[in-house]
């Protein structure tokens, strides 16, 4: 009588593959961290006029794809009035934009 081992796909893969995996996902995560510019949204905020802002972190579909990096925020207009919006900050020498949800 033959003897079958049932491991099952995911337990099947190989050290290497569960190292690529990880990688992966390490290399993912931190490509994702990397696509705000507090220091360049924060600045290009106060420029406008905002107040009491308050960055939310990466804002993926609100900027253009030629921008570096999209921040999101909650802040007070020049008017007075709440808003949410993302800055989207370009390459070396594209400056921000502030666009309002």
């Not at 909650?74 to 993302?86: H, L, S």
Request: with cysteine.
């Amino acid at each position: 009588m033959t003897r079958r081992n049932n491991i099952g796909p995911i337990a099947a893969l190989s050290a290497a593959t569960w190292a690529a995996l990880a990688l992966a996902t390490v290399g993912l995560c931190s490509v994702m961290a990397g696509c705000t510019d507090d220091e360049g949204a924060n600045h290009a905020l106060r420029i406008a006029g905002y107040k009491n802002i308050q960055l939310t972190g990466w804002s993926m579909w609100s900027c253009s794809k030629d921008d570096g990096s999209c921040t999101g925020f909650v802040a007070i207009a020049p008017d007075g009035e709440r808003v949410e919006g993302a800055v989207g900050c370009g390459y070396l020498f594209k400056g921000c934009t502030v666009r309002i949800k």
